[in-house]
């Protein structure tokens, strides 16, 4: 069956631009993480959503980070007004309902680099 | 801050022979850890985990091992195969939540 697909794949933007990142969970998925990765060091948890329940926003590293997602479908993660430390490449994760940790399912990402 | 740590950023094995993926944690906290592997152009994915309550657990040729007092978890795979080759993550969390902290990764390679 299909996975977690996110878009675009590759992101080039201007510093100072607005960007938007994509992901479609795995249907029926009802938990969704977004993650990012910088040049050498680990994923870096962003924001969960879970259902209906208010998100976890808690990894968010700044203001210009938000992140949508309606219902259990798409998702989107907005960074507003780019700095060149956001490039970086973001994963997005999908879960079933009340699936334990192992049970993330990763997109291939989107590597978003500012200039 | 890096609360997990992998400081081998890459490991060449020849196939056959067993290869040994180390990890380091910071935060005594942690107490579910797990292993995800990353092929190029692709999303990580789950490879093996240990609670805390263990020191040991084994699915195949991948075996995890816990050391609390040290901090350090490691995984070992034997033999090694060609595709075995990828990126690989240690991961941890404190009972289970969704904070979990990766390590950057070491970049495996099996030569046939």
């Known amino acids: 069956g299909a996975g977690v697909s996110q878009s675009p794949s590759n992101k080039v933007t201007e510093k100072g631009k607005d960007v938007e990142l994509r992901c479609d969970p795995i249907?029926?998925?009802?938990?969704l993480y977004w993650y990012r990765q910088r040049l050498g060091q680990g994923l870096e948890f962003l924001i969960y959503f879970q259902g209906n329940s208010a998100p976890d926003k808690s990894g968010l590293p700044s203001d210009r980070f938000s992140a949508e997602r309606t219902g259990e479908s798409v998702s989107t993660l907005t960074i507003q007004r780019t700095q060149q430390e956001d490039s970086a490449v973001y994963l997005c994760?999908?879960?079933?309902?009340?699936?334990?940790?192992?049970?993330?399912?990763f997109g291939p990402g989107t590597r978003l680099t500012v200039t | 801050d890096q609360q997990v740590k992998q400081n081998s950023p890459s490991l060449s094995v020849q196939e056959g022979r067993i290869s040994i993926l180390n990890c380091d944690y910071t935060n005594s906290m942690f107490d579910y850890f797990l292993w995800y592997k990353k092929y190029p152009a692709e999303g990580p994915t789950f490879l093996i985990s240990?609670?805390?309550?263990?020191d040991k657990n084994e699915d195949g040729r991948f075996t995890v091992f816990l050391n609390k007092s040290a901090k350090h978890l490691s995984l070992h795979i034997v033999p090694s195969q060609p595709g075995d080759s990828a990126v690989y993550f240690c991961?941890?969390?404190?009972?289970?939540?969704?904070?979990?902290?990766f390590g950057a990764g070491t970049r495996l390679t099996v030569k046939p």
């Open positions: 991961a941890a969390s404190v009972g289970g939540n969704n904070d979990m902290r």
């Open positions: 994760a999908s879960s079933p309902s009340g699936g334990a940790l192992y049970e993330q399912y």
């Open positions: 249907s029926g998925h009802t938990a």
């Open positions: 240990i609670s805390s309550i263990k």
